[in-house]
């Protein structure tokens, strides 16, 4: 039989419409784009991201929780709504490159021999990063009111030899401090949401805390970077060390960093010169740990960012001081309260269900 001819009234698969959402103007910072997370980049050290697709139409996979009725549970102005959209779009493919970073990075560590327990926590925070990935697109979903969701990943090329002062220069600059800043970003945002006149709001409070396991697992990652130096300049690495300390470092380089990133916060600011101060030349093995390392050091706390400046510090000195191969998989997990099944099971509705129950009481 003949082809029916096509007519108005046979349906039409219809492409699906894809918005490429840019980042914010303020994450790029010397040409650069700043990510939350560790950035991944080729062997060039060019970043590599992908974008953040807006859509109704395309198939939802890392968004999958933001339902219609968390959507409808927001009672923010719809400026504020964009404006943190803005923010959870920005980190959402930040984090979701961090997954391929922590990848790359366990095989960089495996090329130059590497004791397991390093490889083991860079596994470990692959997989942080993917439900730090899933968890801020399913909040720019949320707070959007559209399907959010990462284009592919960039094709990139990598070379892994056993060169461990190219290896220290990478973590020195992608987790010593492009992530350690990050994760104290993340953790004054907090702040800001708790002083902010929106603090009581139930919505912020539930942003908050979604934020708050994503620094502090963040902060744990900055404990693997430190401790993955220290490895190095235990390891006949003086070339590698002197190599990031003159560059990486560098004081006004570590001062100039926090500045871009910090926005002059003066606790975040105070909060990241604590960590430098305390831990290149501990790291470096530039000067001899003071005390046993089991000993607390404290910056004075009141804030997220400084509880996190003394997780950071202390998990690397309690880190160093075990003996050889009996570091744990994440320094900080001591600090970490609830597991991941008590933070992640609850929605925004019963979030704001809770809510109400203990105001009325």
């Known amino acids: 039989?003949?082809?029916?001819?096509?007519?108005?009234?046979?349906?039409?698969?219809?492409?699906?419409?894809?918005?490429?959402?840019?980042?914010?103007?303020?994450?790029?910072?010397?040409?650069?784009?700043a990510v939350d997370g560790r950035p991944f980049?080729?062997?060039?050290?060019?970043?590599?991201?992908?974008?953040?697709l807006q859509s109704d139409m395309q198939p939802i996979r890392w968004s999958a929780s933001a339902g219609g009725e968390e959507k409808a549970a927001?009672?923010?102005?719809?400026?504020?709504r964009s404006e943190l959209a803005d923010e959870w779009k920005h980190r959402a493919v930040g984090e979701h490159s961090s997954i391929a970073s922590f990848a790359?990075?366990?095989?960089?560590?495996?090329?130059?021999?590497?004791?397991?327990?390093?490889?083991?926590?860079?596994l470990v925070a692959a997989m942080d990063e993917l439900r730090h990935a899933q968890t801020s697109f399913e909040m720019a979903s949320l707070l959007s009111g559209s399907t959010i969701e990462p284009s592919a990943l960039p094709?990139?090329?990598?070379?892994?030899?056993?060169?461990?002062?190219?290896?220290?220069?990478?973590?020195?600059?992608?987790?010593?401090?492009?992530e350690t800043l990050s994760a104290l970003v993340l953790a004054a945002s907090v702040d800001q949401i708790q002083q902010g006149d929106d603090a009581a709001d139930p919505t912020m409070k539930f942003l908050a805390?979604?934020?708050?396991?994503i620094a502090?697992?963040?902060?744990?990652?900055?404990?693997?970077?430190?401790?993955?130096?220290?490895?190095?300049?235990?390891?006949?690495?003086?070339?590698?060390?002197?190599?990031?300390l003159n560059k990486w470092f560098e004081l006004s380089h570590l001062e100039a960093?926090?500045?871009?990133?910090?926005?002059?916060?003066?606790?975040?600011?105070n909060a990241w010169t604590f960590i430098y101060q305390q831990l290149v030349p501990l790291v470096t093995k530039s000067e001899a740990m003071v005390g046993s390392g089991n000993e607390i050091l404290r910056l004075e706390e009141g804030s997220l960012v400084a509880s996190l400046a003394n997780d950071i510090v202390n998990g690397v000195r309690l880190a160093i001081a075990a003996p050889l191969g009996m570091q744990t998989t994440s320094s900080m997990e001591m600090n970490c309260s609830g597991t991941l099944e008590e933070n992640e099971a609850s929605s925004l509705p019963n979030y704001l269900a809770a809510a109400s129950t203990v105001e009325s009481l």
């Open 1 to 33: 039989p003949d082809e029916p001819m096509p007519d108005e009234t046979m349906p039409v698969d219809e492409e699906p419409i894809l918005e490429q959402l840019p980042p914010p103007q303020e994450y790029v910072i010397d040409g650069a784009i």
């Open 41 to 52: 980049t080729d062997y060039e050290g060019t970043t590599k991201m992908a974008d953040a």
């Open 74 to 80: 927001i009672q923010l102005s719809q400026s504020r």
């Open 104 to 122: 790359a990075f366990a095989i960089a560590l495996m090329t130059n021999q590497a004791p397991p327990d390093l490889v083991q926590a860079s």
């Open 155 to 178: 094709a990139s090329q990598h070379d892994f030899q056993e060169n461990l002062t190219t290896l220290a220069a990478g973590v020195a600059k992608e987790g010593c401090v492009d």
């Open 209 to 213: 805390e979604k934020t708050t396991q």
């Open 216 to 244: 502090k697992e963040e902060g744990s990652h900055s404990v693997l970077a430190w401790r993955t130096i220290h490895w190095v300049c235990s390891m006949d690495g003086e070339e590698a060390c002197a190599e990031v």
């Open 257 to 269: 960093s926090g500045e871009a990133r910090l926005e002059s916060s003066d606790s975040s600011i």
